[in-house]
């Protein structure tokens, strides 16, 4: 079992409907991050949190530490929003990511 | 801030072959990460260094691959005689230190004929 869990694998989405990742781990962390990648390669981080919730446009990011969960919301989404997106944690006594396999998101006009 | 840099973003090569890649981290990010991604999975922790030290490396990192980062700048990856099971987007991403948010490069895409 990955020590990082995403869902759904691929979420197929209208423009203007409100989307959900999911992330669990099963390690202890010092920190969450939800990452977007775009076609050919290129890793943007969206959020770096460790307790309860960050906003950013129409992201929002919550972490449950007691339930080892996560997920990242995307409000009124748009086609340009269409990415792989990436929910990696970074365990208490080392600084390098581990990561989940990714969420392939499209969203449609 | 030009953010990161990794050369070249395309590397097509024989098997048996050795390859090197360059990344130039964001200028004064003290810790520079190396990790692989092969197609349809997560990326997955290679090695990283703060300044010119070595701190960590994964077993994924065999005899064949090795880092260096000899002035805390910049850092190569190479590996020697590769093999088709290397084929694979190379990331490199810095960060100001430790628990930080790291940055991505856009990659080195490794294609092994």
């Known amino acids: 079992k990955n020590e990082v869990e995403q869902s759904p694998q691929n979420l197929t989405a209208q423009e203007g409907e409100f989307i959900t990742i999911n992330c669990s781990y099963s390690v202890g962390i010092s920190a969450l991050h939800w990452l977007q990648q775009h076609p050919g390669g290129g890793i943007v981080s969206l959020f770096m949190?460790?307790?309860g919730k960050k906003k950013h446009g129409r992201l929002i990011a919550t972490i449950n530490i007691q339930e080892k969960h996560s997920s990242l919301h995307i409000t009124a989404s748009h086609p340009r929003d269409s990415a792989v997106y990436i929910c990696a944690v970074r365990s208490y006594n080392t600084d390098k990511l581990i990561f989940g396999t990714g969420t392939r998101l499209q969203v449609f006009p | 801030d030009t953010g990161v840099s990794q050369d070249p973003r395309h590397k097509i090569t024989k098997r048996g072959q050795n390859v090197t890649f360059r990344c130039d981290p964001i200028?004064?990010?003290?810790?520079l990460y190396w990790y692989r991604q092969t197609l349809g999975q997560g990326p997955e922790f290679l090695t990283y260094f703060q300044n010119e030290a070595q701190l960590e490396k994964s077993r994924l990192l065999s005899d064949r691959f090795s880092a260096e980062r000899p002035k805390g700048s910049f850092s190569t990856l190479e590996i020697q005689r590769t093999e088709q099971g290397d084929s694979a987007m190379y990331l490199c991403?810095?960060?100001?230190?430790?628990?930080?948010?790291?940055?991505f490069g856009d990659g080195t895409r490794l294609s092994i004929l």
């Open positions: 949190l460790s307790s």
């Open positions: 991403a810095s960060s100001q230190g430790q628990n930080q948010p790291q940055h």
């Open positions: 200028s004064e990010h003290n810790r």
